[in-house]
């Protein structure tokens, strides 16, 4: 009996457990009883109460992580049976979980776990909403009823209860991603002329970064890749590099700056930022270059760049998109995309939708306050006592993905936009303010005074015609000590 010592330290399997004895010697009441929440069995013991997963147990007893799976939780776990491993053990070439280092199976089973309770009734077409338990998406998809995991690993069993989570079983291992977006492309010879251009235009190396240093630790990078098949090239007569570079400039010995033109085709399907098809939203989004845009609609399909005039857009191949890198995510397009500047389109930027902001770890999980106004973001500037960085994932009723900036106080705070496509728009925004008037200037130019009674949504901050594509700074100044909460400036285009 391995695993007998275990169930001494574990509550999923009891039913009550005695948390406050007598005190008093002789005392006559009752012991108070703290009653578990669940009958259920935790992860851990269901794992190791069940013969058919005694492979991924010896894996959570050698890394450790068995009581990690024995604490409160929540959890998703994506449990392979013995079956699968063993299948997984063949296409490696050995013949036990003991032949592989020990890091390799900590990020084996963490690969496995997603540190937030998700059931299958939540699943889409693309990513699962929560990173897993080494930082990367994992990716569902459906055949009929059958649900995929990663492109490979069917679902045999739906949403088994446990008093720490939930539990899928695979009937395949998911193995961890460790290629970047352009190591999956290359690794595929459909996409050899695409791969090409990569290589050509040194899209490559941007592409081929996974991390990189930032403060004290490391950042990874996120990207999505609108890839081109050889098969939809060879429709418009290319079948060579040569022949697409032609196709798309006359100057083939400048395809590495940014103002030519086949460079630019190529990095007009690379967006800053992983999205997978069930993140996109009808909006547009950034190139990597961040001066243009690639503009997507949603309906009755994923729209690229629909043409008002026509109705004519580029479409996404299903069942070749949603493919998970290391970095980000490839999409297969059934179009070359030809570079388009979009119309403008309603805009809603978070005033926390910043790279820098994004990397600490209380990003999405709770406050922070920081005081040196000029230095700490590249693109959020203040005065006042201190920028508090607010997160509510409860009863906030408005904030966008439950934060915003605040400040108390006397205090002055402004951002500067991602690039905005050029043309006209009227500028609003959701910030509320406590017991203070604040004015608001865009570009170094007072727009108005707004009274704090006003309804933040329906308060106009002044109409622009702006004729650039480019960056725009917005600040925020009291005009009396009070609070504020500033989620939101919304951008909404005026015809």
Same mark, same amino acid.
């Given at each position: ?77 994506? *449990?392979?049976?013995? +079956? $699968?491993?063993?299948?997984? #053990?063949?296409?490696?070439? %050995?013949?036990?979980?003991? /032949? ?125 890749? *609108?890839?081109?098949? +050889? $098969?939809?090239?060879?429709? #418009?007569?290319?079948?060579? %590099?040569?022949?697409?570079? /032609? ?145 509510? /994932? ?102």
């Amino acid at each position: 009996m391995k695993n007998s010592g275990r169930r001494l330290l574990s509550m999923g399997s009891q039913l009550v457990v005695i948390a406050f004895a007598l005190l008093v010697s002789g005392c006559d009441e009752d012991p108070v009883l703290w009653e578990v929440a669940s009958m259920d069995q935790v992860i851990s013991e269901y794992i190791a109460s069940n013969e058919q997963f005694s492979e991924f147990e010896g894996i959570l007893e050698t890394t450790g992580l068995t009581s990690l799976l024995s604490v409160r939780g929540p959890f998703t776990m994506f *449990l392979p049976t013995d +079956d $699968a491993m063993k299948a997984f #053990y063949q296409e490696k070439g %050995v013949s036990s979980y003991e /032949d592989f280092p020990v890091e390799y199976l900590n990020d084996l089973a963490l690969n496995h776990l997603v540190p937030s309770k998700i059931e299958t009734g939540d699943f889409q077409l693309g990513a699962i909403r929560d990173l897993n338990a080494v930082g990367d998406y994992l990716v569902t998809e459906f055949d009929g009823s059958d649900i995929i995991v990663n492109k490979r690993s069917l679902v045999i069993k739906r949403n088994i209860s446990a008093a720490n989570g939930v539990i899928h079983l695979l009937d395949r291992v998911i193995e961890p991603v460790t290629i970047s977006v352009y190591e999956y492309l290359a690794a595929n010879p459909a996409y050899s002329l695409f791969t090409q251009g990569l290589d050509l235009t040194n899209l490559k190396d941007t592409l081929n970064l996974i991390e990189f240093p930032y403060g004290n630790k490391m950042a990874r990078t996120r990207f999505t890749v *609108l890839a081109v098949a +050889d $098969a939809t090239f060879n429709a #418009y007569g290319i079948s060579t %590099v040569d022949q697409m570079i /032609d196709y798309f400039t006359d100057a083939p010995d400048s395809i590495t700056y940014l103002e030519n033109e086949f460079y630019r085709y190529m990095e007009y399907h690379c967006l800053g930022g992983t999205y997978y098809l069930n993140e996109l939203e009808s909006r547009v989004y950034p190139i990597l270059s961040y001066d243009n845009n690639v503009d997507v609609r949603i309906s009755d399909d994923y729209k690229l760049n629909l043409k008002s005039e026509t109705q004519e857009y580029t479409g996404f191949v299903i069942e070749q998109s949603n493919n998970p890198a290391k970095n980000g995510t490839v999409h297969t397009i059934n179009d070359l995309l030809p570079v388009f500047q979009p119309e403008p389109t309603t805009i809603v930027h978070e005033t926390t939708d910043y790279f820098d902001m994004k990397q600490g770890d209380y990003f999405g999980k709770y406050y922070m306050r920081w005081f040196d106004g000029q230095n700490t973001f590249e693109y959020i500037k203040w005065e006042g006592d201190y920028l508090l960085y607010y997160f509510k /994932d409860h009863d906030t009723g408005k904030l966008e993905n439950d934060d915003c900036l605040s400040m108390n106080g006397w205090w002055w705070v402004q951002i500067t936009t991602p690039k905005i496509m050029k043309g006209k728009y009227n500028m609003t925004a959701n910030l509320w303010a406590g017991q203070t008037n604040y004015a608001v200037y865009v570009d170094g130019v007072n727009t108005a005074l707004i009274k704090s009674t006003d309804p933040a949504e329906s308060t106009s901050w002044g109409e622009f015609d702006w004729d650039k594509t480019e960056r725009h700074v917005i600040k925020v100044v009291t005009k009396s000590p009070g609070l504020l909460f500033w989620d939101t400036v919304i951008l909404t285009p005026i015809q």
